[in-house]
């Protein structure tokens, strides 16, 4: 409920710090700076008539009116395409955790290593593709982004010791963290205020179905053999064969677009060029401290960022395990790959409506609007989750198996739905952006993504140590 602060702050204006600094305490692209501006704030302003300062308004040069969602398609498209890559490339290890044990004779602990030095790779990455895309073209970070994850993940394909994995995992991750918090920050910039959560929405939407389409191919084939090789290498080498279709489809027709919407960056780096190495490292490290001082200064994403800490918790445990969970249950790997297809729907389906659902909040209460849809999801989250866990298993005790997997089918997917698949599309990704001034939303957004991943190592321990899953890994090794 900490989110419930938000609505007193979004009403205050910002006052004086000691020495003539400003408190940068803005509400939705309506700052008011008092004693001094800081730098990196200055291209703000205030509101025009239509409620949009310079925190709300889009980045392009064919600034988007509101309601329009139709212009730079071809470059929405790809980037929507590029999330739906890279979430379902994360999405390919939980899948085949079961063949990975069997493979590389990997215990449940070292299955849960595996997922977490990926995800703390990107973790540790975000603040820094952050940085580099305030200051460089996020589009050819993008593009570049998307060609390490497609190497990356032949190279799991082909790993044949755990040491292998482990740093072709590293790796990945590193990618996939350069490549979301520009990825999110851009489609931001494309749309207005008044359309960013059916924007983030959209792309949430896009993003879970790759991971439905992944992590289903990924189960399916995980069990098999074809041509010799294990199924689960072959789902890696025909998630990569996508990635660079969308890489060549990417550099002819949507790389050009990208780079015009951060032309102003171009002027910057020209005027960089003369420096030295050592003097322009030195400078983007100043100037990247100024931006994290002043993202984290802001008392509204204070209190939205911060909490990401714990508040995923859940998310990341169902979206990591969640398929294990399943066939240490017993279900076989087609039921299990059905009911991660609907589960996922329910995810998809459930961010696009909270997208919908929180720009007509904010049309209705500028201030709680959001705030008051975050509150209502994490309420019914907790609910949902240990009906989930704990009262459904109890209930299905002695049901055959077809029952209990359209049971969990159908309460997974309202799961996904009734929560609206998390709050980052309705909630915290658009108060992000209108908080702050387009130079700095790629790093605001990436500390979001940073302080969210430290779940990583939470749930990787409660999973081993408190629900002691390992029981059910080793009933499963002792059967196969």
Known sequence: MALLVCCKIF????????????????????PSLEGGTPKALNAMKTPDKDGRGAGSAPSPGKSPGKGSINERWTEKMFLNFAAAGAFGDERLTPAVFQELAVTFNASLTQLGVISMVGLLASSITYPISGIVGDAYYRGRIILWSLVGIAVTTVMIALSQTYGQLIAAKILNGISIGMLVPSLQALVGDMHSAANRGKAFGFLNFTGITGAIVGSTLA?????????????????FLIWSAYLVLIIVGYVFLASEGLDEIDKKKGQLLAEMSHMSLGEQLQQQAAEAWSKMVVVLSVPTLQVIIIPQAIGLLPWVAMSGWVTFYLEA??????????????????????????????DWCESIDRYRGRIALAQISILLGTFVFVFDLQVLPRLLD???????????????????????????AAVNLPIILSCLSSTHRTSG????????????RVYVVVNVKMYLFVCCAYELCKSV
């Open 11 to 30: 009403r205050k204006r910002a006052e004086p710090l000691r020495g003539g600094a400003a408190s940068a305490v803005f509400s939705f692209g309506e």
């Open 219 to 235: 189960t399916i084939l995980a069990a098999g053999t074809y041509w010799g090789m294990d199924g689960w290498r072959l789902a």
């Open 329 to 358: 249950m017993g279900f076989s790997n087609t039921a299990t790959a059905i009911m991660i297809l609907v589960t996922g729907f329910g995810f998809a389906g459930g961010s696009l409506l909270g997208g919908v659902l929180g």
């Open 398 to 424: 002695g049901c055959d198996k077809l029952t209990a997997a359209l049971v969990y089918a159908v309460c997974l997917f309202f799961t996904g739905v009734v929560t609206i698949g998390g709050t980052g």
């Open 445 to 456: 957004v990436a500390l979001e993504r940073f302080f969210g991943s430290g779940d990583v």
